[in-house]
């Protein structure tokens, strides 16, 4: 070996050793190699039946037309204020058509002009709005905090304005927060190509719902990296391959990372990685009112939380911690933990007041089908009488 080889040979050697004296102690495990296996998907009912979750993408359009009638001033609105937002509103059919279909929140009168259809808020609508508004004003700082938790997940501590709204129906806040002055721990700041968006500092540590719950069994002693292994709910019937529980096990035994630090050091192609992002998920829908949200709805979020690009594909490699369904003609993503364990995981200050929403709209059913019953036993009436007369006739002839 030449002299000038045996020179570059030390040089390396005295680069590793450097590298190696302020390499992290995980930095082995990060590279935990990325294990491919598959998850048949499996239907369970108890999910699939949980009318909270399943209705709410039905309540949506329904809480925001009740929003534009309770903003107008005399409480009722003519149906041309709101015929041609129906795109704006997620309403698929005629607004008028769809007002009607629950008779149970929307009460339609004739109006004072050119006899136009109107709308009121029935009197049990109003009452449950009022609670609604009531939630608002009394959990403020709480659902300030989900919100402030969010954008902790962000890879920058921001979000764009426009991708916040779309969150605010999951986060339970009102639709137009963003409209007023935003709360004085967040700032508004600009994220370039014209979009603003809000931005938090992080002034303590935050702990994630895993960590939380860690905590208080005793499994975790508050530091980093530690090994914490997520709470696991099979459905019924699901049964895993010998090969598929071996690598769970590995899975759960790894360190557990939590979605409010930082982490560019972990490789994207790695076991640990994807610990991190199955965390980031149980964290995040642990925020929302449900704890599920459609899963074409989470995408929106995949670059600003710093998620992998088949992010789709974590749900259905941990059937044990989320479950898809498939109901409403959409993949909805279901946080089983919220709805297995119910202590494990604190109820949103909103989710009554949208379950009773739900129940006085599907109180809509009942009140037009007695109305059909009502019209076809008065046209039967009407039959009656016109072949009754019929005879009368023919007997005086």
């Not at 040089?11 to 050793?17: A, E, G, I, Y």
């Amino acid at each position: 070996m030449s002299m000038a080889s045996s020179k570059n040979l030390r040089k390396v050697v005295n680069k590793v050793l450097f590298l190696n004296q302020y390499t992290p102690s995980w930095r082995h495990i990060r590279n935990h190699n990325y294990t491919n296996v598959y998850m048949k998907w499996k239907s369970d009912s108890y999910f699939d039946s949980i009318e909270s979750i399943h209705k709410s993408i039905q309540l949506k359009p329904i809480i925001a037309l009740k929003n534009r009638i309770t903003a107008s001033p005399d409480g009722c609105i003519p149906v041309s204020d709101v015929s041609k937002k129906g795109l704006q509103l997620e309403i698929p059919i005629k607004v008028a058509r769809f007002l009607r279909l629950y008779p149970s929140v929307f009460e339609e009168f004739t109006g004072p002009k050119y006899n136009l259809p109107w709308f009121r808020l029935t009197p049990e609508a109003a009452i449950l709005h009022d609670e609604e508004q009531a939630v608002y004003r009394d959990f403020k700082a709480d659902l300030q905090k989900r919100l402030r938790k969010l954008i902790l997940m962000s890879v920058e501590n921001k979000l764009p304005l426009k991708i916040i709204k779309g969150m605010l129906w999951y986060l339970g806040l009102p639709e137009d927060y963003l409209d007023g002055n935003v709360d004085g721990c967040f700032k508004v700041v600009e994220m370039g190509d014209g979009l603003k968006g809000l931005s938090v500092v992080q002034t303590e540590k935050t702990l994630s719902v895993i960590q939380k719950n860690a905590l208080r069994t005793g499994v975790y002693n508050g530091g980093q990296m530690e090994s914490i292994s997520f709470p696991l709910f099979p459905s019924k019937g699901l049964r895993l391959r010998s090969k598929i529980l071996d690598w769970l096990d590995g899975f759960q035994k790894l360190p557990y990372v939590s979605p409010y630090e930082g982490c560019s050091d972990l490789c994207p192609g790695s076991d640990l990685f994807e610990k991190r992002v199955v965390g980031l998920l149980h964290e995040l829908l642990s925020l929302f009112v449900e704890h599920s949200a459609e899963r074409k709805k989470l995408l929106c979020l995949r670059k600003y939380l710093g998620l992998p690009q088949k992010v789709h594909k974590v749900f259905e490699r941990h059937p044990c911690v989320f479950y898809l369904s498939l109901r409403n003609n959409t993949c909805t993503a279901i946080l089983k933990e919220a709805y297995c364990d119910k202590m494990a995981i604190e109820a949103h200050p909103l989710a009554t007041v949208r379950r009773k929403y739900i129940d006085l709209v599907m109180e809509s059913k009942v009140i037009l089908k007695n109305r059909r019953l009502q019209n076809h036993s008065f046209c039967s009436g009407e039959g009656d009488l016109k072949v009754e007369d019929t005879h009368s006739a023919s007997q005086c002839l």
